[in-house]
């Protein structure tokens, strides 16, 4: 049993990293990213991603035997869940972008999505402040 779920865990991870990658590929997508100023984000997000994919296929059948490696696989599991989540959510906003004719209607679209990724249980409120500090810099990106 505790063979298939090393398998599963593996080939999920796997299966997550492929879909991240093919998604941030498509070229609608990758247009309006650099056109909002997420370039850098996404790259460093599929950069990541990348690694995943080969220390996964590097440690390939010792989640088995190794409980502490199986529970970080799945941490990093759940991780990739949410980065799959915050793509997802990328092309959902470029759609609205474009049926609503250039607007964006959510500023936390801004917040860099490495600040997301790496801390996936912030509240709404914690996003807020983080957008203000940003606006405050300058560095959310000018929407036109």
């Known amino acids: 049993m505790e063979e298939i779920e090393g398998n599963l865990l593996e080939s999920s991870i796997g299966w997550l990293t492929d879909i991240i990658v093919e998604n941030l ?3 609608k997508l990758g247009a309006w990213i650099s056109q909002v100023g997420l370039a850098d984000d996404t790259d460093k997000l599929r950069s990541e991603v990348d690694r995943v994919g080969m220390v996964v296929a590097a440690v390939k059948g010792r989640a088995i ?8 696989l799945g941490r990093l599991r759940e991780v990739l ?11 959902y906003y ?6 609503q004719g250039g607007t964006l209607a959510s500023p936390f679209l801004c917040v860099s999505m490495v600040d997301v990724l790496y801390a996936p249980r912030r ?8 957008v203000h500090q940003q606006k405050l810099h300058g560095t959310i990106p000018q929407m036109v």
């Open 25 to 27: 590929d498509n070229d």
């Open 65 to 72: 035997a190794n409980k502490p490696l199986a529970r970080s």
């Open 81 to 91: 869940y949410d980065a799959d989540d915050a793509v997802d959510e990328l092309d």
């Open 94 to 99: 470029r759609l609205q972008q474009q049926v």
């Open 123 to 130: 509240t709404h409120a914690d996003t807020a402040s983080l």
